[in-house]
């Protein structure tokens, strides 16, 4: 499974599991020393818990790279002849 650092809330990060619609929160002192927002990482995942198992900085780098694909054909779509 893998979930997305996607903000930081004071001492708490939170994180969103792809296929789950629940966030999750970390203390940032839980967090490795290097995690930025935007982050993805691979997890575990129990009813009240998230488990960070591994950074995967190449899905980051998709996933943005996915994001400004969509965002440039919708800027495209926009323009008038």
Not at 11 to 25: G, L, P, Q, R, S
Not at 47 to 66: F, N, Q, V, Y
Request: hydrophobic content about 40%; cysteine-free.
């Amino acid at each position: 499974m893998k979930a997305v650092y996607e903000e930081l809330n004071g001492e708490i990060a939170v994180f969103i599991v792809d296929d789950i619609k629940k966030t999750y929160h970390k203390q940032v002192q839980q967090l490795p020393a290097d995690a930025e927002v935007g982050d993805v990482f691979a997890v575990s995942v129990s009813s009240d818990e998230i488990t960070l198992l591994e950074k995967l900085p190449d899905e980051r780098e998709a996933r943005l790279k996915s994001a400004r694909a969509k965002r440039e054909e919708l800027l495209k779509r926009k323009k008038l002849p």
